[in-house]
Structures are given as C-alpha cells and as structure tokens.
C-alpha cells in the first residue's frame, strides 16, 4: 500500500527556511515522479516543485525558483522540500505526491500524480 507522510511544517518568520519531508512507503522512490504542491485557503492547488527519476530533472514553480530545492534520498526512500528566503504568500498546505515516473509528463501538474499524502502546513508570518 502506498503510503506518504508529510512532515516538517510550521509557522516561520519571513525570511525564514524550513526543510519539509516527505517519507514513502510500500513502494520504492527509484521509479518514481515526486511532486511538491501547496493549497492556500481560496486558492487552487499549484505545482511547487516536481522530480521525475527518469532524467533527474527538476521543476519549479516560478514563485519559487532560486529560494526552494527539492531532492530524494532513495536510500531512506524519503524526498525533501528545502524552503528557504520564505515569504507571506508561501503560507499553504503542502503536499507530497507520487506517480509512475513514465506516467508523469513534463511540469508539475496535480492531475498527473495519484498517490497523495495528508498535507502539512506552513505558516510564513511575524
């Protein structure tokens, strides 16, 4: 059974950096797309950052771009989300997700990952 769980969350001043993992279990990240997503209250969920296997290649969102690294540890079958230079406007719900690396295009898109965890939040504020 596929399983993911967020961890990492809470509440940070801006210009604060938090790291955020996302440990997999009951199947092996080595084939594997993983992507990051976030949900702020009235807002859609957005691709944040997604790593697909294939190619090592990573995306991010352009809001996040040069402040955010996504990386995998396959050996501890866990993926990691290093937030830094946060601002007020990153405060969401963040997720993991995970989809068959052939599966996954292109991007960072929601529609393209299956398998979700519960989400943890993020709180950017003074």
């Known amino acids: 059974q596929v399983q993911l769980v967020e961890s990492g969350g809470g509440l940070v001043q801006p210009g604060g950096s938090l790291r955020l993992s996302c440990a997999a279990s009951?199947?092996?990240?080595?084939?594997?797309?993983i992507g990051w997503f976030r949900q702020a209250p009235g807002k859609e969920r957005e691709g944040v950052s997604c790593?697909?296997?294939?190619?090592?290649?990573?995306y991010y969102a352009d809001s996040v771009k040069g402040r955010f690294t996504i990386s995998r540890d396959n050996t501890k079958n866990t993926v990691y989300l290093q937030m830094n230079s946060l601002k007020p406007e990153d405060t969401a719900v963040y997720y993991c997700?995970?989809?068959?690396?052939?599966?996954?295009?292109?991007?960072?898109?929601?529609?393209?990952?299956?398998?979700w965890g519960q989400g943890t939040q993020v709180t950017v504020s003074s």
């Open positions: 009951g199947f092996t990240l080595d084939y594997s797309a």
């Open positions: 997700a995970t989809e068959d690396a052939w599966k996954v295009g292109i991007g960072c898109y929601d529609v393209d990952f299956s398998s």
């Open positions: 790593i697909r296997d294939t190619d090592g290649s990573a």
